[in-house]
C-alpha cells in the first residue's frame, strides 16, 4: 500500500527536464541575446550616459547616469498561477494575492541583487481572453495582491498592460510579469562583485518554500499523487496540502537589503536563487571556491518534492531553493551583524560557508555535493 507520504517505487526520478523544461536548451538563447545585447549599450553615450559592463549577465542591468546608477529588470512568474487556478476549482479560494506577491518578487529580488534600491514596478497582466477580468473575486484579490507587495518594498506601482490574447495565452488562463526599476544610490552601494574574495562570508536568508521556480516540476508531479494538490504534505502532523503549500508566497527580500544598508553593510555581491537552484551561487564570473558548511532545513514542500520524484540531493540542490531564497556574500567580520538584520526584517538567516581561493566550484559540504564551473553557463 502506498501512503500519502511514501513515493511509488518504481516511478523513478522525475527530473525537471522530464516536466518540460531544459536549461541546456534555453541557455544558449540567453547568452546569444547577452552579447546581441551588449553592442546596444553604445547607444547611451549620446545622451551622455554609460552602461556598468559588469551588469551584463547579472540578474539586473545597470546604467551610469552619472550622480547615481539606475538598474532595470523584467520578470515573469512562470507556471505558478496554474496551481492556484487548479486550487481555486478544488477549493474556491482565489490566491492570486499571493500570486501577486510571487510576481512582483520575481523582478525585485532581481533587481535587488546589484545594490539597488526599487523605485516604481510595472504590471503586465496578459489573459487568455476577456472573459477572465469578469471574475471579480479573482482579479480584486490580484490588484489588491499587487498593491500590498508594492507597499511592503516601498515601491510605486507606475501602471501596466492588460492584454486579452487569445490564441496566444490558453482561454482560461494569464501570465503575469513584472518590470521593476531601481536606484543605486550612493554610487557604493552596486554590487556586481568587483569586491568578491576569498575570506567573504556566505549569508542564506530562508526561503519559504518553493517560491516561484520548479513549478513545472511541482506540477507534473501532481500525476504522482493519490489526492493530487489536496495530497497532504504531512499526514498526520497538519491537514497542509501539497497545493497550498505550493502558493506560499515568495519571500520579498528587499527590506532586508535596505535595511543592511541603514546598517552600514554593503554585500559584495549578491545572488537570486531561482532557476538552477543552488548552482546560483556560481552566477559570478570570477574563479573562486564557494565552501558550504550549513546548510539550512529544507521546507516541507521541497522535501516532499524531493521524495516523491525520487530526487537524490545533487538534482534536487540544482532544480530547487531547498529553504535559501538568496545569498548574500559579505565581509567576514559582518556575517554575523547581516544575520542580525535579516531576522530583525523577519527572514530567518545564518552564516552558510565562506568564499575560498581555488578552482571556480560549490562544495556543499554537509550533503557530500559538488558543482563545477560547468553546472552553470548563463554568460
Known amino acids: 500500500m502506498i501512503t500519502p507520504s511514501s513515493p511509488a517505487p518504481d516511478q523513478g526520478t522525475l527530473s525537471y527536464e522530464q516536466s518540460g523544461v531544459n536549461y541546456d536548451l534555453i541557455d544558449p ?14 547607444h547611451l553615450a549620446a545622451h551622455g550616459f554609460s552602461e556598468v559592463a559588469a551588469s551584463r549577465g547579472e540578474s539586473a542591468y545597470v546604467v551610469d547616469v552619472g550622480p547615481f546608477y539606475l538598474a532595470s529588470i ?111 544610490n550612493p554610487k557604493e552601494r552596486l554590487s556586481v562583485g568587483d569586491r568578491l574574495a576569498p575570506g567573504d562570508a556566505i549569508v542564506l536568508l530562508a526561503s519559504s518554500g518553493i517560491h516561484a521556480n520548479g513549478l513545472s516540476l511541482a ?14 504534505v504531512e499526514p498526520g502532523v497538519s ?19 535596505e535595511a543592511l544598508y541603514r546598517a552600514g553593510v554593503t554585500p559584495h555581491y549578491c545572488a537570486n536563487i531561482t532557476g538552477h537552484g543552488w ?19 529544507v521546507p516541507t514542500v521541497l522535501s516532499f518534492i524531493q521524495r516523491h520524484a525520487q530526487q537524490d540531493d545533487l538534482e534536487a540542490y540544482s532544480t530547487l531553493n531547498m529553504g535559501a531564497g538568496f545569498a548574500l556574500f559579505v565581509p567576514a567580520d559582518q556575517a554575523e551583524r547581516t544575520v ?39 554568460r
Open 279 to 297: 548552482r546560483k551561487l556560481l552566477r559570478h564570473p570570477a574563479i573562486h571556491t564557494y565552501r558550504i558548511h550549513t546548510v539550512p532545513d
Open 219 to 232: 506540477r507534473k508531479l501532481v500525476e504522482r499523487l493519490p489526492q493530487g494538490y489536496l495530497t497532504p
Open 74 to 184: 523584467v520578470e515573469c512568474l512562470g507556471s505558478k498561477a496554474l496551481v492556484a487556478d487548479e486550487m481555486r476549482q478544488l477549493t474556491g479560494k482565489s490566491y492570486y494575492d499571493a500570486i501577486a506577491q510571487d510576481t512582483i518578487a520575481m523582478a525585485i529580488n532581481d533587481l535587488i541583487t546589484v545594490g539597488a534600491t526599487p523605485l516604481v514596478v510595472q504590471a503586465y497582466w496578459a489573459a487568455g481572453g476577456s472573459d477572465w477580468f469578469a471574475d471579480a473575486q479573482r482579479a480584486q484579490a490580484l490588484v489588491a495582491g499587487w498593491k500590498a507587495a508594492c507597499d511592503r518594498c516601498g515601491v510605486a506601482w507606475g501602471g501596466g498592460e492588460t492584454p486579452a490574447l487569445a490564441g496566444i495565452v490558453e482561454a482560461g488562463r494569464i501570465d503575469l510579469a513584472a518590470s521593476c526599476t531601481g536606484l543605486i
Open 239 to 257: 491537514t497542509l496540502t501539497y497545493g497550498e503549500a505550493l502558493l506560499a508566497p515568495t519571500v520579498l527580500y528587499s527590506p532586508v537589503t
Open 29 to 42: 538563447l540567453k547568452v546569444a541575446a547577452q552579447r546581441a545585447a551588449a553592442a546596444t549599450g553604445a
Open 340 to 378: 542580525a538584520v535579516a531576522e530583525a526584517q523577519g527572514v530567518r538567516a545564518w552564516v552558510a560557508g565562506r568564499v575560498e581561493a581555488g578552482p571556480k566550484r560549490l562544495l556543499i559540504k554537509p550533503l557530500g555535493i559538488e558543482f563545477g564551473d560547468d553546472a552553470l553557463q548563463l
